[in-house]
């Protein structure tokens, strides 16, 4: 595959470019989109090998690659060990996933309960659909999925983040038990 190099500087100058000018989030996820998939095609770019590095209790590695001073646009590569995934998860903010290495399957699901009870909330699982390389997951605010590595060699997705997601405030959903709780992730 010929690709045409492009680094993580210039990903974050043309994100930021975008985000200058609008603020509408189905405007800044579609033409972030084509961004996401040439980064993840042009991984020669940036990708190094420590980025496999997960951490065994997370289940997944997560390697900051930019952020604004502000916390906003964040761009991590994130590694996932065969057979381990996430929690349903939301963001607290948009967000775009692209793969890089491997697939990757998501389930997504919406909120059914109201929110008005602290610290519960009731999810219905909406779709499902493996990510290869190049194929990129678009997520606006309040979205929930589950990310799995269901090979047995290690993956590698590109995440893109309106903003750093341990500042956001988002949250973590037990299915069963039907909970919500903060997420924050272990950086690498
Ligand atoms: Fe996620």
Sequence with gaps: ????????????????EI????KV??????????????AALAKESWLKQHMYEADPEQGFGVHLLHEEPDHT????????????????????????VVGVDGPEINTFFERVDDGTRSGHAELK?????????GEVVS????GVHVVRNETDKRTMSLHIYGKHVNFTGRSQFDLDRQTETPFVVNLA
């Design 73 to 96: 646009l964040a761009i991590f590569a994130v590694s996932w060990l065969p057979d381990r995934g996430t929690p349903p998860h939301d963001h607290g903010t948009w967000s775009l």
């Design 139 to 142: 997520m606006p605010s309040g």
């Design 125 to 133: 699982k909406i779709g499902e659909k493996v990510f290869g390389v």
């Design 19 to 22: 985000c200058a000018q609008t």
């Design 25 to 38: 989030e189905r405007e800044i996820l579609s033409r972030a989109r084509p961004l996401a998939r040439r």
């Design 1 to 16: 595959m010929v690709t045409s190099a492009y680094s993580i500087a210039q990903l974050a100058t043309d994100l930021r």
